[in-house]
């Protein structure tokens, strides 16, 4: 009896590595996924915000439908229409497609946390910055902005944290990020619990070093 559960852990053991050394090269992959399509999601997000809250009217609806029709499509539609529907005009790669649609989707929310942020500067550092000379880009981009993102660290990090876990999506279109290298090593093997438990893993230790990140920076930032 003993030797049999000896046996059973042994193979446990080994079917966890082998399983592990599986999935690591595709950890790089969902990495990148994640960093460009944030780092073009924040830009994009940024541009839309300053929009938002322009005194060109134009702009201004402009920005509202694009955020209120990107917040009501799902992330997997947009995928599915970036990759499937564009993708096959512009000869798009699925790492581009998949960064495209995954960036212009949380731009949408990403927008709307730094027009919060900035809503949320006291007007007297305008009138402030006015009377030291300032012009209005000088005023957004040396006090307010600043400022605002002081204010919007915690929930950028949960939608970076969000983003991560999203990227999943991306191995619907062929992807071979950390999701779908583990529908691949089912489909061999035919392993559920294993396999799903130490992607979870995978996904959760990242999350955390990320969460860690983000408070180091917000600490970092934050008003002595």
């Given at each position: 009896?003993?030797?049999?559960?000896?046996?059973?852990?042994?193979?446990?053991?080994?079917?966890?590595?082998?399983?592990?050394?599986?999935?690591?090269?595709?950890?790089?992959?969902?990495?990148?996924?994640?960093?460009?399509?944030?780092?073009?999601?924040?830009?994009?997000?940024?541009?839309?915000?300053?929009?938002?809250?322009?005194?060109?009217?134009?702009?201004?609806?402009?920005?509202?439908?694009?955020?209120?029709?990107?917040?009501?499509?799902?992330?997997?539609?947009?995928?599915?229409?970036?990759?499937?529907?564009?993708?096959?005009?512009?000869?798009?790669?699925?790492?581009?497609?998949?960064?495209?649609?995954?960036?212009?989707?949380?731009?949408?929310?990403?927008?709307e946390i730094f027009r919060a942020g900035i809503l949320a500067i006291?007007?007297?550092?305008?009138?402030?910055?006015?009377?030291?000379?300032?012009?209005?880009?000088?005023?957004?981009?040396?006090?307010?902005?600043?400022?605002?993102?002081?204010?919007?660290?915690?929930?950028?990090?949960?939608?970076?944290?969000?983003?991560?876990?999203d990227s999943s999506l991306v191995s619907i279109i062929g992807m071979?990020?950390?999701?779908?290298?583990?529908?691949?090593?089912?489909?061999?093997?035919?392993?559920?619990?294993?396999?799903?438990?130490?992607?979870?893993?995978?996904?959760?230790?990242?999350?955390?070093?990320?969460?860690?990140?983000?408070?180091?920076?917000?600490?970092?930032?934050?008003?002595?």
């Amino acid at each position: 009896m003993e030797n049999r559960i000896i046996d059973i852990i042994i193979k446990e053991i080994l079917l966890f590595y082998k399983i592990i050394k599986f999935l690591i090269p595709s950890i790089p992959i969902t990495i990148q996924i994640t960093l460009y399509s944030f780092l073009l999601a924040v830009i994009l997000g940024l541009i839309i915000a300053l929009f938002r809250i322009s005194y060109v009217k134009i702009f201004q609806i402009i920005s509202k439908i694009y955020v209120d029709v990107l917040r009501g499509i799902p992330l997997l539609v947009q995928i599915f229409f970036i990759y499937f529907g564009l993708g096959k005009i512009l000869k798009l790669e699925q790492f581009t497609a998949g960064v495209i649609a995954i960036s212009i989707c949380y731009s949408a929310y990403i927008s709307e946390i730094f027009r919060a942020g900035i809503l949320a500067i006291p007007k007297g550092q305008y009138d402030a910055s006015k009377s030291l000379g300032m012009n209005k880009y000088q005023t957004m981009r040396y006090v307010i902005l600043p400022q605002a993102i002081r204010i919007i660290i915690p929930p950028i990090s949960n939608e970076f944290i969000a983003c991560l876990k999203d990227s999943s999506l991306v191995s619907i279109i062929g992807m071979r990020e950390l999701t779908r290298a583990g529908r691949e090593f089912y489909s061999q093997y035919f392993v559920d619990f294993e396999i799903w438990f130490i992607v979870g893993m995978f996904y959760l230790i990242m999350t955390a070093i990320a969460a860690k990140f983000a408070r180091y920076i917000e600490k970092k930032l934050e008003i002595p």
